[in-house]
């Protein structure tokens, strides 16, 4: 017979080739805590139910509790021949206490238990990172206000195209990371299903009050459908494309902040303190923590694609496949917690070269718009103004002129409509003042999306903290 948990029907160990691949310990015995907690709140629901005595299930929770604290301080020792942590955390417990241990696994199967820690592992993780995001959008929106009066290019297609606010292009990531919130916030609500109960696939036989463990584990809801709780990887696609967005967000930020970093735009400076020089170059500083954050949402897309396709061609109900669920999520998981962090700190201590992204628009056309808007308030078809100041843009190219060095007379041969007050139209501080429609660049637009901003804050903070509370149990 085979010395495994499960070895009744065996006659011979397990290869060790085939034990070491079939083995998931070294990844997730990161959820002991949700392991633990889940099995303790099972003990209760099967001696409250008469299943096993109040005894036995008291002795489970005291060699529980032992168990946690051993590991709590890193002294136990997890055993690749148990293969995961429920059965490392089981045998331990059957050692510690005998039969009461080993009536633990009663009406319940390591599926509906794996599946029970991945979900309150997930909550609990859910909290993490909206705090860290929550801080990026603080950062975000403080950006916006310190530099509130910075003007820059903005582009399309990369070309200059109109001056906008710098305080409304950071409000820009800061609505994009307003519904990765509310992304995360819809994760959460599918997470917090409890599976618990569902068994190996079918339900059981015993008389089980899942209700009961909902509640003492803190969930929402409980699934409808046995095949479906333990089957089930969707929450974790949802929360795989969360991650995806969100760190795509973070990329294209990435990318602006490169090159705004280089000698050719010096839009801004990040701090040293997130940025690191070359090995032969003593010259250089390098924007490394953007470039690994650019980086790392491949290797997130990775674990999305990953998981997507593991599950495509899966049947009903679990499959070893599965064991393949947690280790992208896991890598996502940190790698995103990171990238938010970081981030939050680059963007508080950065410098943003106000004058010079100022400067810069002096020489350009980003007022081009401004000058045919000018022309169509004054009765001329939009398209005829278009092609009125194309023609002025192409005859100060000729000329080496932008369009505020054009004299009045230059002006009136191109349309008579001019008059003395387009220069102050042209004025690329008036360019940004004058665009105060809804959502748009304009000072006082962008201090209502601030306004707004600071809601959104005050409102995900209540959200993350009623998460963590939530999980705060796992201690
Ligand atoms: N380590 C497994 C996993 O991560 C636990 C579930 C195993 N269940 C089973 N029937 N072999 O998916």
């Known amino acids: 017979m085979s010395e495994m948990m499960w070895g009744g029907r065996f006659t011979k160990a397990e290869e060790k080739n085939a034990l070491d691949f079939n083995a998931s310990i070294s990844f997730d015995c990161r959820m002991y805590k ?12 099967l001696a409250n139910q008469g299943i096993i005595s ?3 299930s008291q002795k489970i929770t005291e060699g529980l509790k032992k168990i946690k604290k051993e590991i709590d301080e890193g002294k136990f020792d997890f055993s690749i021949e148990l293969e995961d942590i429920h059965m490392n955390v089981e045998k331990r417990l059957t050692d510690d206490i005998g039969d009461a241990g080993a009536r633990l696994h009663t009406a319940r ?4 238990q794996c599946a029970l820690d991945l979900h309150m592992y997930m909550k609990r993780n859910m909290g993490r990172l909206a705090d860290k995001l929550i801080a990026l959008e603080e950062a975000l929106l403080s950006a916006s206000k310190k530099y509130k009066d910075v003007i820059l290019p903005g582009y399309t297609h990369m070309q200059r195209a109109q001056p906008v606010l710098f305080a409304h292009h950071m409000l820009c990531y800061f609505a994009m990371l307003e519904r990765d919130f509310r992304r995360l916030m819809d994760c959460y609500e599918m997470t917090d299903m409890s599976p618990i109960g569902a068994c190996a696939l079918a339900g059981t036989t015993y008389p089980t009050a899942p209700e009961e463990e909902r509640e003492a584990l803190h969930f929402g809801k409980i699934y409808g459908n046995s095949l479906d709780a333990v089957s089930d990887r969707d929450y974790l ?3 795989l494309s969360f991650a995806a ?3 795509m967000h973070l990329s294209r930020l990435s990318e602006e ?9 010096q839009f801004i400076e990040l701090d040293d303190g997130y940025s690191t020089g070359s090995s032969i170059m003593p010259q250089k500083k390098n924007p490394d923590m953007c470039e690994l954050i650019r980086g790392k949402t491949g290797r997130i897309y990775g674990s999305l694609m990953g998981l997507l396709t593991v599950m495509k061609g899966l049947p009903l109900a679990y499959d070893k496949d599965m064991q393949e669920d947690k280790e992208g999520v896991f890598d996502a998981i940190d790698n995103l917690y990171f990238a938010l962090d970081i981030y939050a700190g680059m963007i508080n201590t950065m410098t943003v070269n106000g004058s010079h992204t100022r400067e810069v628009l002096e020489h350009d056309f980003s007022n081009a718009t401004d000058m045919a808007d000018y022309l169509a308030k004054k009765g001329l078809p939009f398209r005829k103004a278009h092609a009125v100041v194309g023609n002025a843009v192409h005859y100060c190219i000729e000329h080496h002129k932008v369009l505020l060095d054009l004299s009045m007379e230059e002006l009136k041969s191109l349309s008579p ?12 501080e008036n360019c940004v003042k004058n665009r105060e429609s809804y959502g748009g660049t304009g000072p006082k637009s962008v201090a209502r999306q601030q306004a707004h901003g600071e809601k959104v804050i005050a409102e995900m903070k209540e959200t993350a903290s009623a998460w963590k509370e939530s999980m705060a149990f796992l201690g």
């Open 34 to 45: 949700e392991d633990i907690a889940g099995s303790m709140a099972h003990a209760a629901m």
């Open 54 to 56: 109040k005894e036995d």
């Open 109 to 112: 199967s390591r599926n509906d």
């Open 237 to 239: 696609l949802q929360f």
């Open 245 to 247: 967005i969100c760190a």
């Open 257 to 265: 902040f490169i090159y705004w970093s280089t000698s050719e735009f």
């Open 417 to 428: 409509l001019f008059e003395e007050d387009i220069l102050e139209t042209l004025k690329i």
